[in-house]
């Protein structure tokens, strides 16, 4: 079968800009699958997609103009529901042969497989390979509706009539299997192999694309539109660095406004605009955003990482006299910043703390109260962990940044830009006269807002960041609110995961249990269900995750968060002393009699004695470990006290030749009751010896 390159091309309007990526993505994925599936396409074939706003493509090498012929074996029935005595074809058998499309001289074709009653009829055939016009036909309309389409739209055709759906009306329609057009066809339109280019810049219109191999360079040099997503956005980072460079400046990085921005040009210019310098004086963070999020600018930011006077454009044209274009642009920016120096200047003619009553009026939940009540509770929660791990005085200080941390939610600033939040509650404390670990506590509470995120800066930050995680996430298990599936309407995976980091991070000492009792406590009596449990598991499972995530194993991530320990900022700790256990040559013989020494006392009948009587032993296996573990048990109980959990565990090595001996010639459970009690009190002694850094026996295959 002869092999040739395919291009497909969706000629659209507009698509969104945010999902613009995926949507690419996505077209060329399910496409090439569904060619793979048909044998169109070999497994390995290359696909690159293409997508621009207008529109989406993709190209997969070495397709098929028909796939192979395969064969196809059939099971029929049993031989001795298919044939008669005689061996001639039963009704039931011909029966079945014709709904496959077989006429009777193929029962005399059918081979046999089994033996006696098993012995079975099958219907060998060749099915024919798929046309690839019928296997296209059928990858297009597969791919199109497997699209992560954000917003459905519906359309007229051409006719009049017919209305179809789609992201957005879709004007054309290219399929090229080599120089060759597939006939197939979608919304209305068949495929051809025109498309069209740049709304004003394109050379040619419309571009007649010669082969699927021409696509790319055609569009580029016919069209001028830079078809592949990727490199249009290499492009564009590419000239914003070539723009900045000369200027000893660098644009503010930010990958999802890079392919935003990539989204809604075909082919960047990017031109070198500025701003009256007097509204350097409005927060950066401010101007950024507005210069960001309203019109898709790139700050320029010097050496120190302080925004200047300018910022570049990514324009999709390319004039040879771009001065109106970046006057316009100028023209555009002055008032968003003038709006965002406005909001700065009101909100500081009133103090912040003047702010607090006004949250009481704001509703936080109809189940949990007002954002003043919220305030209360996190203050009593920032109090209460000030206190154990700085004092009376970090506690008064956690429990006033605490009272400020949600104040700036009603400035017009935050209500303009809403990621501002704690931000702004910073400026506008530090203008107050606060001090700076008050006011940069603000801003850090909500911190890490994401993986990878810096961590509060003070301690008084690291107090109320975790109080009012917390309380969000104990308030919202207490009401029913948890997260199910991939739904996480308030962030609770996210905040459960901003404790641990913070916890682990900074080394706090704190006892996870009575953090969550502590918040628990803050909320009026009567107000949550008792969810302790559950919110103690959920952050365990997120604190797995965590590990697994930094590379820990399942079962050495299994061995200490099983245990439930206090203390969390141990864990990593916990885990390599497992791993270095795990390494040694008596662990798998030791976590094996360790899961069986758990088994048999979990199967005791009544309770177990803490001690063994060495008095009472009969067989000198039961001596032996008696004496290993008085000898051994102080080393590494020792090694426990101090940290040392590595030494902890592998003092434990040592105990594998009495624990083999003793299951060798020991039996536990004898008809004395006094014996079998002695020899269970000596198993519950080796259990809880080895099992003070982690449950062992989860490292047991």
Not at 23 to 36: H, K, N, P, Q, R
Not at 348 to 367: E, P, T
Not at 459 to 465: K, L, S, T
Not at 655 to 662: I, R, S, T, Y
Request: hydrophobic share 50%.
């Amino acid at each position: 079968m002869s092999a040739q390159n395919l291009l497909v091309e969706l000629f659209v309007e507009e698509l969104p800009p945010k999902a613009l990526k995926k949507l690419g993505e996505a077209f060329a994925s399910a496409l090439a699958e569904s060619l793979v599936a048909q044998g169109l396409a070999a497994a390995n074939a290359a696909v690159v997609n293409f997508a621009s706003p207008r529109r989406l493509g993709v190209h997969v090498e070495g397709v098929l103009a028909r796939a192979a012929d395969k064969p196809m074996s059939t099971k029929l029935m049993p031989v001795a529901v298919g044939l008669d005595a005689n061996g001639q074809a039963t009704p039931a058998l011909l029966k079945r042969l014709a709904a496959l499309g077989a006429d009777e001289s193929a029962a005399a074709k059918l081979r046999r497989e089994g033996e006696g009653k098993n012995e079975a009829l099958f219907h060998d055939s060749i099915a024919p390979g798929v046309a690839l016009a019928d296997g296209l036909q059928k990858a297009i309309e597969a791919a199109m509706a497997k699209l992560p389409i954000p917003k459905v739209m519906q359309y007229q055709l051409a006719d009049g009539w017919s209305s179809v759906n789609f992201v957005r009306p879709v004007h054309g329609l290219v399929a090229l299997h080599g120089a060759g057009v597939v006939p197939v066809s979608v919304l209305g339109l068949a495929a051809g192999r025109e498309t069209q280019g740049h709304r004003f810049e394109a050379r040619v219109s419309p571009v007649s694309v010669q082969s699927a191999d021409s696509y790319a360079a055609q569009l580029r040099d016919e069209g001028a539109v830079i078809a592949g997503f990727a490199e249009r956005r290499a492009e564009i980072v590419r000239q914003l660095q070539a723009a900045a460079a000369p200027l000893g400046l660098a644009p503010v990085e930010d990958a999802a406004l890079l392919d935003e921005v990539a989204a809604l040009v075909e082919r960047p210019n990017v031109l070198i605009g500025k701003f009256d310098e007097a509204f350097l004086e409005v927060p950066q963070e401010c101007l950024i955003l507005t210069m960001k999020a309203n019109q898709k600018y790139f700050p320029l930011l010097d050496a120190a990482g302080k925004l200047t006077n300018r910022f570049l454009i990514v324009s999709n044209i390319s004039p040879a006299d771009a001065s109106a274009v970046i006057g316009g642009n100028e023209r555009v920016v002055r008032p968003r910043l003038a709006d965002a120096k406005f909001f700065f200047d009101q909100d500081r003619k009133k103090a912040l703390d003047s702010r607090v009553l006004g949250l009481a009026k704001v509703v936080y939940h109809n189940k949990l109260g007002t954002q003043g009540e919220r305030v209360t509770r996190v203050q009593a929660i920032a109090r209460a962990i000030g206190q154990q791990i700085g004092g009376e005085a970090l506690a008064l200080k956690a429990d006033q940044a605490a009272l400020l941390a949600k104040a700036d939610l009603l400035t017009d600033m935050v209500g303009e830009f809403p990621e501002l939040q704690g931000i702004m509650g910073r400026y506008y404390a530090q203008h107050d006269g606060l001090a700076d670990d008050i006011a940069f506590a603000i801003e850090d509470h909500y911190k890490p807002r994401f993986a990878g995120d810096e961590l509060p800066r003070s301690d008084v930050g690291v107090c109320v960041a975790l109080a009012d995680k917390l309380e969000t996430l104990v308030g919202m298990f207490g009401i029913g609110q948890i997260p199910t599936g991939d739904k996480d309407p308030f962030a609770l995976r996210r905040h459960a995961l901003g404790i641990l980091r913070i916890l682990i991070d900074k080394s706090l000492p704190l006892n996870l249990f009575e953090l969550i009792n502590i918040a628990f406590a803050a909320f009026p009596q009567g107000m949550l269900g008792d969810a302790h449990t559950d919110a103690e598991t959920f952050v365990f499972d997120r604190l797995s995750g965590m590990m697994r995530d930094q590379g820990y194993s399942v079962n050495e991530v299994d061995a200490v968060i099983s245990m439930r320990p206090v203390q969390v900022m141990l864990v990593p700790k916990q885990l390599n002393a497992v791993r270095a256990f795990a390494a040694l040559s008596e662990s798998e013989s030791l976590a094996a009699a360790n899961k069986r020494v758990g088994n048999i006392l979990k199967k005791a009948e009544g309770e177990v004695g803490a001690t063994a009587d060495p008095s009472r032993f009969v067989e000198a296996a039961e001596t032996a470990l008696f004496a290993a573990l008085g000898e051994i048990a102080p080393h590494a109980g020792a090694a426990f006290e101090a940290g040392d959990y590595t030494a902890s565990l592998q003092a434990l090595a040592a105990l594998k030749a009495p624990v083999d001996a003793f299951f060798d010639h020991v039996m536990v459970n004898a008809d004395d009751p006094a014996l079998r009690a002695n020899r269970l009190a000596l198993l519950n002694q080796l259990h809880r010896t080895m099992n003070r850094v982690a449950d062992l026996s989860r490292l047991a295959a």
